[in-house]
C-alpha cells in the first residue's frame, strides 16, 4: 500500500451531507473487474450532465485541479460497502477527506488504500471548509497528526495509532497477519473444532451440497 | 464474569488475540463471496501467490448482475458476463463452492445464507456488502467489508478490529394491522437518522421482538447499514431453532443438540450495559414511505411532504432542498398524491416468502393501475418455487406483475432492472439514494403490502385504505 506521510494542496469543497457511496461511485460502474483507472467514474451525475457537459462541480473547477484533498460534510460515504468509491477518489488523486463524520465501511476502506479520512467537526469544520473554498492550501501531516489552514492556523486532529501507523509505514496488513499471526490463528481453530464443531463444514458437508454434476440445476 | 449483551459474547468467542494497542484479531467463520467485490480480493490474493486458508468457509454466488429474466440462455457478451464468468473462474482455482445462476438454489446471497443454514446463531459472518448485517437476525456478529478486507478473510481467515460500541433498541407493543416490519425499521431510521447507530453494534430486544418470524428479524437486521450500523442483530430463541432445524448446512444430531444448548447461553445476559439505549413504540407506528434521498428522510403515510423553509439546520435544510429537486417533489404535496410509474418487489429486505405473500394478498383479484409497470423479483429461486407452489407467481401475473428469477435487481440496477430518468418507483428495497435504481430514477421506500397498494392504485397509498383494517395483508 502506498505510504501517507504529508500533503499539501488545495481542498475541494463539498458542503453536502450525506454523500453516499452511490453518488461516490455509480453503482453502474461496479461491473468493471479492476481497481485502476476508475477515477474518470468519480461523483460521475454529479461531475456531467446527461448530455456529457461538464456541470461546475467543484471538482470540475481550475481553482480546485489537482486537489488532494476533498473537505465534504456530515456522513460521508454511507450506504454501499464499494471499495471501489476509495479506489476512485485516489486514482483522481484524493488523498485525504475532511468531514464531520464518516459512513463506517467507507472509512475503514480508505486505510487499506493510502487514503487518509480526518473527522473534524463542529466550528472547526467551518474553519477548514472556508479555507478550502478559499483556495489556498492546506496541509496534512500524519506523522504530527496536524491541519494547517492556509492562513495560518494549525490544530491536531485524532487517529487510532494503529491506522495512523499503517498509513506511515504503508503496511501490508495481510502479511502481517500472516506473519505475526498465523498460530494464533491455528490454535484458535484447533480450540473452536473441539469446542463448536458445528461452525466448521471442512468434513465435506458442502462439498456435497454442491456437487459438480449439476443435479440442481434445470 | 460480568454481564455481557449478545454481541459481546459472540465477540468474546471469536477472539483470537487482542494487540498491544487494544484492537483485536476476530475470527471469521463464514464468508458469503458475490461477483462484484470479489475480483480484486483474488486478484490480490493472486499477486501476492497467497493461498485460500479455508474453502470451506466460502460460499459464492453471482447475485447483482445476474439478469432476472432469459435465464436459460448464456448471459450476452458484455461486462456482466465476464464478471459471473471471473467469478466462476476463481472459484474454481481457489476451490470456493459456487451455486450457479440456473441451480435451484440461486439467489440474493442474504437471502440464501440463511436457507441454507450457512448462518448461523453465535457465527461470526462476513461479506462484500454492507446488507450482511441482515444474518444478524439468527443471533451471528455479520458485518459488511470492502474488497480488501475480503482478501484479508480468503487469506487468513480473520481480521484486525475494533470492538463495536453497543445499542439496544426496545421494541415494545404491537402493530396495527396493515403495519409491517419494514415501518419499524424505517420509522426508527426516520428518528434516529441515517448515522444515528454509526460506532454501534445494535440488538433489537423487547416484547415486540418474540412475536416476529425470521424473515421479519432479517427485514429489520438488514436495514440496520441504513441507520450507520455495520451490525445489527436478535437474540436466538425457538423461533430461530425451528428455522434452522434441518437445514443442509445446519448441525444435525447430537451437534445440533450441543449447538442449541449453547445458542441459549448467547442472549444478553440480564443487566448488562448497552452504551446505548432506544425505545420504539412500534403500536404507535403508521405505514412509512420515504420522501427524500436517503432512508432517514422517510415518514407515515397520511402525511405531506416536509417543507424545508421549517429546517433550522442550515446543512440538513440544504440536504432536504436538494433532495425535494431531485424527487421532483414540492413541500406541502400529500404523499397519497404522489403518481408513481413502477413498482419493484424484492430485494435482501423484502425478496422473501412472507414478503411475496403480503404483497399477494393485496393484489389477488386487482389489477395494477394503467401506465404502471411492476415486477416481481423473488430474492432466491427456493423463495420463487415456494412462492409458484402456493400459487402466489399466478396472482401477480394476473394483476399484470412480471414474474422474474432471483436476484438483486432493480434494488442496484446493476443488471437490466432499471428506472429510466425521472421515473418515480414504489420500491420495497433499501436504498431510495439518488440514481439507486437507476440514473435519475426516483425511489419510495416502503413494506411490500405497501408497494402492492401503490401498484394497485398508481400512487402512493396507505394500504390500510385499500384492504381495510383488518389485517389482511399486515
Known sequence: MEKFTRITSVAAPLPEADIDTDIIFPARFLLLLDKAGLGKHLFFERRYRPDGTRTDFALNQPAFEGAKILVADANFGSGSSREQAVWALADFGIKCVIAPSFGEIFYNNCFKNGVLPIVVSGARHDEVMAAARSGGELTIDLEAETIRLPNGPEFGFEIDPYRRRALLLGLDEIGSILADDADDIARFEARQRVESPWLQLDDGRLDRLFPQDEEHTR | MAARTLYEKVWDEHLVKTYD???????????????????????????????????????????????????????????????????????????????????????????????????????????????????????????????????????????????????????????????????????????IGTNGAVGHAVEYAGPGIATLSMEARMTLCNMSIEAGARVGMVAPDDVTFAYLKGRPLAPAGADWDRAVAHWKTLPTDGGAVFDREVELDIGALSPQVSWGTNPGETAAIDGQVPDPALEADPVKRAKMERSLRYMGLAPGVAFKDIAIDRVFIGSCTNGRIEDLRSAAAVVAGRQIAAGVEGIVVPGSATVRLTAEAEGLDRIFRAAGFEWRESGCSMCVAMNDDRLSPGQRCASTSNRNFEGRQGQGGRTHLMSPAMAAAAAVTGRLTDVRDIVGNNGAAA
Open chain 2, 21 to 191: 494497542d487494544g484492537s483485536s484479531l476476530l475470527y471469521i467463520d463464514r464468508h458469503l463471496v458475490q461477483e462484484v467485490s470479489s475480483p480484486q480480493a483474488f486478484a490480490g490474493l493472486d499477486a501476492e501467490d497467497r493461498k485460500l486458508r479455508r474453502p470451506a468457509a466460502h460460499v459464492a454466488v453471482a447475485d447483482h448482475a445476474v439478469p432476472t429474466r432469459m435465464r436459460h440462455l448464456p448471459l450476452p457478451e458484455g461486462l456482466a458476463r465476464a464478471q459471473v464468468s471471473r467469478l466462476e473462474a476463481n472459484c474454481e482455482k481457489h476451490r470456493i463452492n459456487y451455486i450457479g445462476m440456473r441451480d435451484d438454489r440461486h439467489g440474493i446471497v442474504h437471502v440464501i445464507g440463511p436457507e441454507l443454514g450457512f448462518t448461523l446463531p453465535g457465527a461470526t459472518l462476513v461479506c462484500g456488502d454492507s446488507h450482511t448485517s441482515t444474518h444478524g437476525a439468527f443471533g451471528a456478529i455479520a458485518f459488511g467489508i470492502g474488497a480488501s478486507e475480503c482478501e484479508c478473510v480468503f487469506a487468513t481467515q480473520a481480521l484486525r478490529q475494533r470492538r463495536q460500541k453497543t445499542m439496544r433498541v426496545a421494541l415494545s407493543g404491537t402493530l396495527r394491522p396493515g403495519v409491517a416490519v419494514k415501518d419499524i425499521i424505517l420509522g426508527l431510521i426516520a428518528r
